[in-house]
């Protein structure tokens, strides 16, 4: 391979001298010429600009607007709609503002039903109390919890749930005892007054019962026609 490159003449050179290669045969067997990297490529004649090959394949670019989403498109599901347009009519109002109508009139009426069964110094220092209990409450000075607690109370009195009201009596002196301290004391006097008239009451009716069915039961005797 090396006989292609070596120029022909002198044939009196020595054997051990170096060959003398002909670059102009070198660069005719190289191949086929490249363009250098840093040539730049002429422009088109007809001036249309050059456009890359990889935004040519790409296609034709969309028309009109873009389809709308699936989501867009989609309506809401029935029960949502249904769920978050309905409101239960059921559910109490708990933010109602209690009256001292509703709370004290009961209290009054129980301590009435006590006048007579209880001594009068009693029923006179549940009166002040309840007295004390309207001044406050008139004045703005409870909070609506107490309020709130308060008609509990009295709705559990007027079913003569003793235990309940007197149960809800506790939570107050517990939880709000500096607004409650001063006539508390009235109302829980109240409910067990009102609790023993109440068990004196089915106690007497026990026994005209009991009396009459014994009276019935005695042979020879009739009622009077």
């Known amino acids: 391979m090396a006989e292609l490159y070596v120029k022909p003449g002198n044939k009196e050179r020595g054997w051990n001298d170096p060959p003398q290669f002909s670059y102009g045969l070198q660069t005719l067997a190289g191949g086929p010429k490249r363009t250098p990297l840093t040539k730049r490529i002429a422009a088109p004649q007809d001036g249309s600009p050059r456009v890359p090959v990889s935004q ?7 028309m009109g607007p873009p ?36 709370v004290l009139k009961p209290l009054e009426e129980a301590l009435e039903d006590c006048r007579g069964h209880t001594k009068k110094q009693v029923c006179d220092d549940i009166s002040r109390r309840l007295a004390l209990l309207q001044e406050q409450w008139a004045g703005g000075k409870l909070s609506v919890s107490v309020k ?73 005797v009739q009622e009077a026609p």
């Open 56 to 62: 040519t394949s790409q296609g034709p670019p969309p």
């Open 67 to 102: 389809p709308p989403s699936s989501q867009a498109s989609r309506p809401p599901p029935v029960g949502s709609y249904l769920a978050s347009s309905v409101k239960p009519a059921n559910l109490p109002v708990m933010e109602s503002e209690t009256l001292l109508e509703d």
């Open 148 to 220: 709130k607690r308060m008609a509990l109370l009295v709705q559990e009195l007027s079913s003569h749930q003793w235990d309940a009201a007197d149960n809800i009596h506790c939570s107050l002196m517990v939880d709000h005892v500096t607004e409650v301290s001063q006539w508390m004391v009235g109302v829980k006097r109240l409910i067990a007054e009102k609790r023993n008239l109440s068990s004196e009451e089915e106690a007497n009716e026990e026994k005209s019962t009991a009396t009459a069915e014994e009276f019935q039961t005695v042979p020879g």
